[in-house]
């Protein structure tokens, strides 16, 4: 079955940098588009970004935009998040889904002094 899951959360200073992980199983990572969403407390989940079959593409939310990177490995079945410059309201449970309905289980980014 499918299955996500997420890792490299923790708490981080503003201004700071995390990295954050999703390796991916029972379907062909290679041929589908993977996305990050995160949801902080009292919020709706909200899309962060998108990632293309191969990586050649991606897409972010404007809040994010230039300070966030998606990256992916096919051949590990993986795909990434690179956060830079966080801020307190990037403070979230982040996701990885695949659509149609397949999320991991979460982790927690808090970014906080």
């Known amino acids: 079955q499918v299955q996500l899951v997420e890792s490299g959360g923790g708490l981080v200073q503003p201004g700071g940098s995390l990295n954050l992980s999703c390796t991916a199983s029972?379907?062909?990572?290679?041929?589908?588009?993977m996305m990050w969403y995160r949801q902080a407390p009292g919020k709706e989940r909200e899309l962060v970004g998108s990632s293309g079959f191969s990586g050649g593409w991606s897409s972010y939310a404007d809040s994010v935009k230039g300070r966030f990177t998606i990256f992916r490995d096919n051949a590990k079945n993986s795909m990434y998040l690179q956060m830079r410059s966080l801020k307190p309201e990037d403070t979230a449970v982040y996701y990885c889904?695949?659509?149609?309905?397949?999320w991991g289980q979460g982790t927690q980014v808090t970014v906080s002094s």
């Open positions: 029972g379907f062909a990572f290679d041929t589908n588009v």
């Open positions: 889904h695949r659509a149609p309905g397949y």
